[in-house]
């Protein structure tokens, strides 16, 4: 097959398709964005589809995680949103990588991010431990899904501004993971949910998340990790040890891997106050008395 005879072919695709979506496209209308960077260049029409369809798979596996914890499966809905986390993870990084950054891609993956790691966590916890306590369990439930609102409110109007080694507050992704992991952990080992003190303490730990979610504290973003660049080979068999100890274990591992990471924050602000206390009274010790 010689090039003309292929670019006959793309051009039929092109025509067919236009004539399957056009009287779709007449009645949702098509997408116009300009150049964030330069205001003058022309409207591109249409959206990037490789790193938007990672954005719909990671709304799918937060809605299946709801529907999952509304049927009472609640360990395919904990697996769902750690799905939800991957791809999530994966839309950003192909955006960056093919150079298909827009703003659509931008709103849609926080809406997405809402969805899957806001209200899916909530609601899934909701059903698994704290439908007997009352009021209780679904103020929890909404405190963490306000908490994960307002984090995604800061971070969209901060971006671009703020440090991207660091995040300033828990990221959702990783906050629904550590709530998801809780319910995937007890479904493994079985927990005893509903009987008390369990209840309180997972409505405890909701809050808490939530409070993480938009406290002032530094976590490490790893937007600095070059993926396309090469590393020494013991990162390699340290990347496949740390895999083989998940599938050792998954929740218990997962779990325990995003607990620290939620408290490496607080840490992290503590060693900066103590760094910099230390830093200020070295200073004045050496400075000269009068």
């Not at 330069?38 to 938007?52: H, K, Q, S, V």
């Not at 319910?183 to 493994?188: E, F, P, S, T």
């Not at 396309?228 to 496949?240: E, K, N, S, T």
């Given at each position: 097959?010689n090039i003309n005879d292929k670019n006959d072919q793309d051009d039929e695709f092109e025509r067919a398709a236009g004539q399957l979506e056009g009287p779709l496209a007449t009645v949702v209308g098509d997408y116009e964005e300009r150049d964030?960077?330069?205001?003058?260049?022309?409207?591109?029409?249409?959206?990037?589809?490789?790193?938007?369809?990672?954005?719909?798979?990671?709304?799918?596996?937060?809605?299946?995680?709801?529907?999952?914890?509304?049927?009472?499966?609640?360990?395919?809905?904990?697996?769902?949103?750690?799905?939800?986390?991957?791809?999530?993870?994966?839309?950003?990084?192909?955006?960056?990588?093919?150079?298909?950054?827009?703003?659509?891609?931008?709103?849609?993956?926080?809406?997405?991010?809402?969805?899957?790691?806001?209200?899916?966590?909530?609601?899934?916890?909701?059903?698994?431990?704290?439908?007997?306590?009352?009021?209780?369990?679904?103020?929890?439930?909404?405190?963490?899904?306000?908490?994960?609102?307002?984090?995604?409110?800061?971070?969209?109007?901060?971006?671009?501004?703020?440090?991207?080694?660091?995040?300033?507050?828990?990221?959702?992704?990783?906050?629904?993971?550590?709530?998801?992991?809780?319910?995937?952990?007890?479904?493994?080992?079985?927990?005893?949910?509903?009987?008390?003190?369990?209840?309180?303490?997972?409505?405890?730990?909701?809050?808490?998340?939530?409070?993480?979610?938009?406290?002032?504290?530094?976590?490490?973003?790893?937007?600095?990790?070059?993926?396309?660049?090469?590393?020494?080979?013991?990162?390699?068999?340290?990347?496949?040890?740390?895999?083989?100890?998940?599938?050792?274990?998954?929740?218990?591992?997962?779990?325990?891997?995003?607990?620290?990471?939620?408290?490496?924050?607080?840490?992290?602000?503590?060693?900066?106050?103590?760094?910099?206390?230390?830093?200020?009274?070295?200073?004045?010790?050496?400075?000269?008395?009068?």
């Open positions: 097959m964030a960077v330069d205001a003058t260049t022309p409207r591109a029409r249409g959206i990037f589809l490789l790193p938007n369809l990672f954005t719909t798979g990671a709304l799918f596996a937060g809605f299946y995680s709801i529907v999952a914890g509304m049927q009472g499966d609640f360990y395919s809905g904990s697996v769902a949103i750690f799905v939800a986390l991957v791809l999530d993870g994966l839309d950003g990084r192909i955006a960056r990588l093919t150079n298909t950054m827009s703003a659509f891609g931008a709103e849609y993956d926080s809406l997405s991010d809402m969805v899957s790691f806001g209200v899916a966590p909530a609601l899934l916890m909701f059903n698994w431990a704290l439908t007997d306590i009352g009021k209780v369990g679904w103020v929890a439930a909404f405190i963490y899904t306000a908490c994960a609102a307002l984090r995604l409110a800061r971070f969209n109007t901060q971006h671009g501004s703020a440090d991207n080694r660091y995040f300033s507050g828990l990221a959702s992704p990783a906050a629904a993971a550590l709530v998801a992991g809780s319910v995937w952990l007890g479904q493994d080992y079985g927990v005893s949910r509903q009987a008390l003190p369990w209840p309180v303490i997972h409505s405890a730990l909701l809050v808490l998340v939530g409070f993480l979610m938009i406290a002032n504290f530094p976590y490490y973003s790893f937007k600095q990790i070059n993926l396309a660049g090469r590393v020494p080979f013991v990162r390699m068999l340290l990347a496949l040890l740390l895999l083989g100890l998940i599938a050792l274990n998954p929740p218990v591992m997962l779990w325990g891997l995003f607990l620290l990471y939620a408290l490496s924050g607080p840490l992290q602000l503590l060693r900066r106050s103590v760094f910099t206390d230390s830093s200020h009274k070295g200073a004045d010790d050496e400075s000269p008395s009068i």
